[in-house]
């Protein structure tokens, strides 16, 4: 019998990762938001004790949005973090030194959800109403592009400071009108508010950056290179094995976090599945970035955000830590 494809991972990264748990280094890592499906694989592998193999001592803290991740990894608050790649593009313009060395989402996992009994047939009715989302929310960062796409003025709405956990009781009781989410949890507004729910993805109206990514304060970058590049080879092997098989990495997420419904984090591993896949990460690496996406997501924040200090986009983000024998797959 051929032995599993995870397997063979493991052992070889194995065999390269032993000289360091002899030492183990402090490294902080911020979320994006609080821990769910998209965050699994950084738990799975802390539980199987690849980052301590990998001479890590990981801990992971819940985050309050891109925005707020990009800064504290920015401050040196955390070494590495994860978030929006657009917000972390808005942010090196602003000065953040950070660096993306791997992404997660190939496609943009924004959308927007309302309810149709609101009145709200489509974004050209979302003027006069409101949006409740956090203030870090990397949605309401990028909301002037959004707006200018589908010919509305961005001072249209009303922004509304909501709390993630809060986003659908809000939206339930009538508090808002709109609320930016991410895809993955596309199925649990579903079930919850049936034909009534309306929604638009960002990338169905022609906005596809790239979505969550691996960033890394530049400065650690530069000081512990090997500690990052074995960080970048168990994240990248911790999400091969998840798409593989979830189920373990669900339960790593579940016994680490409370108030978590199993099912509805399977099913937003689903959708975080699609949103990984893209060309590039199928045929170079999974986490690969696009040059040429990049550099288009370079163009579009440089043309409609106001960049004070413009940057090669060749500096904050690379690919040479990944793996290129790793490759996503449709599983």
């Known amino acids: 019998m051929m032995p599993s494809r995870s397997l063979i991972l493991s052992t070889a990264l194995a065999a390269l990762l032993a000289p360091l748990a002899a030492h183990a280094e402090d490294v902080n890592m911020v979320l994006n938001w609080v821990p769910t499906a998209d965050h699994a694989p950084y738990f799975y592998a802390k539980e199987q004790g690849w980052y301590e193999d990998a001479g ?3 801990t992971i803290e819940a985050g309050r949005g891109s925005g707020a991740a990009v800064q504290r990894v920015a401050a040196g608050m955390a070494e590495i973090g994860v978030a929006d790649t657009a917000t972390m593009l808005l942010g090196r313009g602003e000065g953040a030194e950070v660096v993306a060395v791997m ?18 047939n489509g974004p050209e009715d979302f003027p006069g109403h409101s949006i409740g989302n956090p203030p870090a929310d990397a949605s309401r960062i990028m909301w002037p592009l ?21 986003k659908l009781t809000s939206l339930k009781s009538g508090a808002i009108d709109i609320t930016s989410d991410f895809y993955n949890e596309h199925d649990l507004k579903v079930r919850e508010f049936g034909d009534d ?10 906005v596809n950056p790239y ?3 691996v960033i890394v304060n530049k400065t650690f970058l530069d000081e512990h290179e090997e500690t990052v590049a074995k960080f970048t080879a168990v994240t990248q092997k911790a999400f091969a094995a998840c798409v593989e098989n979830v189920d373990p990495c669900l339960d790593a997420l579940l016994s680490s976090v409370s108030g978590l419904d199993r099912d509805n984090q ?9 949103l990984m896949s893209d060309e590039t990460t199928r045929t170079v690496a999974l ?9 288009a997501d370079y163009a579009m924040v440089s043309t409609y955000f106001d960049l004070k200090q413009p940057f090669d986009i060749e500096t904050v983000y690379t690919n040479e830590f990944l793996d290129e024998s790793i490759k996503m797959t449709d599983e």
């Open 56 to 58: 890590i001592d990981l």
């Open 103 to 120: 992404v997660v989402y190939a496609n943009s996992p924004q959308g927007f959800y309302w309810l149709k009994s609101s009145g709200i």
């Open 146 to 166: 959004f707006a200018e796409t589908v010919g509305i003025e961005p001072d249209s709405v009303k922004f509304v400071n909501v709390s993630p956990q809060a």
């Open 197 to 206: 729910l309306g929604f638009v993805a960002w990338r169905d109206i022609g």
């Open 211 to 213: 979505g969550n990514a």
């Open 266 to 274: 399977n099913d937003q591993w689903n959708r975080i599945k699609e």
């Open 287 to 295: 986490g690969a970035f696009s040059p040429e996406r990049m550099d």
